[in-house]
């Protein structure tokens, strides 16, 4: 049933109606837009329009009808109908007759589609909060079982510097924290409803909206009706959240991906979370991780096909507004999918201390604990720098670590050099020293374990 037929004295097309039709989609929002219609019957019965015993009939025909599509909501997507909004319409009428079509009075698909959309949305919320947290649960965990597993920190890819495998996932906690905090603001822009808008010119009722948007779990009702049909910010603010967490789980993913790899061996990933090759039976592939990071690209694409959608449109409605939901859909399912399989990866994950320490120890890490050391000796650091440069060439060529070399090898490159440079040399050292907020010794990295697992706690 279509809810515009009155004015057309012809069928849709076929083909049109294929093209046109959102049920298949759409049909996602169902308890969202009988929980709205709950809303509207109740706004709608405080003017008048229908009387109390019609709001209770109403009332549990809608109750009756959202059990219904909570058993299986997936069987509306091929009901025929032309979206959830004639759908619901529909099997309300059948219900209670000439009743259901009282319903609609004052209000407008355009604004119960936005409604339904925000419900839609700020349920989801909840949901990804929770996975954002769980993902940021299992990183602490890890993080407190190694804390003290040294590994070599990259730049360039180049080993670097030492650092620990728990300050290693500590970065990755603070990245999914701020993903937490971003959806939270997301969260509390979207708050607001649009139902009441009717059309574009809000509707001819004299109905209160903030009790309205109250009843419905919003903080307030949208303040212009031409922009409340309209808006779709949230769905971009949305999008925008799901990239730049996507842009971090792909991060950690390749990060895992080389840990995991044969050149490194950090890592061993789990059976559970990695495939095998059809045709080199030692294969153990990290597919997993390597999904994530593919992923990501899709969900890119949605935030930009969105935001192409919406560049040119002039207000109020337009159908082009359709598209706004099977992108948002797909990138909301697969930022969750990829939050819950990164929890799963950590699951019996495996780390090689002996081959963590080895690298850590090699690629002249200490080089520039070498070159601070000179510092204290009264040499500017732009020329202990060359110095140290120089040493590292001849170490290179003898085939030894800095902390292997004779104090008359480093005196060939600077005679202020003397036993006392070993003791620096070391991984513990280097740790020790970089101990202000937010560097790499060890109790820095437990004042930041600690510091997370009550802020985690606090959570509900």
Known sequence: MALWGGRFTQEADARFKSFNDSLVFDYRMAKEDIEGSIGWAKAIASVGIITNDELTRLLAALQELLAE????????????????????????????????????????????????????????????????????KVLV????????TVIPGYTHLQRAQPVTFGHWAM????????????????????????????????????????????????????????????????????????????VHLSRMAEDIIFYNSGESAFFELSDKVTSGSSLMPQKKNPDACELIRGKSGRVFGSLMGMLATLKGLPL?????????????????????DCLDMA?????????????????????????????????????????????????????????????????SEFKQFCDKVEDDVYPIL????????????????????????DFMNNVLSDRS
């Open 171 to 246: 970065a990755y906690v603070e990245m999914f924290d701020r993903d937490y905090h971003r959806l939270t603001n997301c969260q509390k822009m979207m708050d607001t409803c649009p139902l009441g808008s009717a059309a574009l010119a809000g509707t001819a009722y004299p109905i209160d909206r903030e009790i309205l948007a109250g009843d419905l779990g919003f903080a307030r009702a949208t303040r212009n009706s031409l922009d409340s049909v309209s808006d779709r910010d949230h769905v971009l603010e949305l999008l925008s959240c799901a990239s730049i967490s996507m």
């Open 343 to 407: 929890c799963l990866v950590f699951e019996d994950i495996k780390v090689n201390k002996e081959k963590t320490l080895s690298a850590a120890k090699g690629g002249y890490s200490n080089a520039t604990e070498l070159a601070d050391y000179l510092v204290s000796k009264g040499i500017p650091f732009r020329e202990a720098h060359h110095i140290v440069g120089e040493t590292v060439v001849y170490a290179i060529k003898s085939g030894k670590p800095l902390e292997d070399l004779q104090v």
């Open 69 to 136: 599509v909570n058993k299986d909501p997936h069987s509306i997507a091929n009901a025929g109908f032309e979206d959830i909004h004639s759908y619901v319409e529909s099997k309300l009428i059948d219900k209670v007759g000439d009743l259901g079509k009282k319903l609609h009075t004052g209000r407008s698909r355009n604004d119960q589609v936005a409604t339904d959309l925000k419900l839609w949305c700020k349920a989801q919320v909840k949901i990804l909060l929770q996975s954002i947290t769980g993902l940021e």
């Open 426 to 449: 070391t991984i513990e050292s280097i740790l020790k020293k970089r101990c202000a907020k937010g560097g790499v010794s060890l109790e820095q990295i437990k004042s930041a374990i």
């Open 316 to 336: 109020a409605y337009n159908k082009d507004m359709q598209e706004d939901k099977e992108g948002l859909f797909d990138a909301l399912d697969t930022w969750h």
């Open 141 to 148: 965990g890890f993080a407190g079982n190694h804390f003290d």
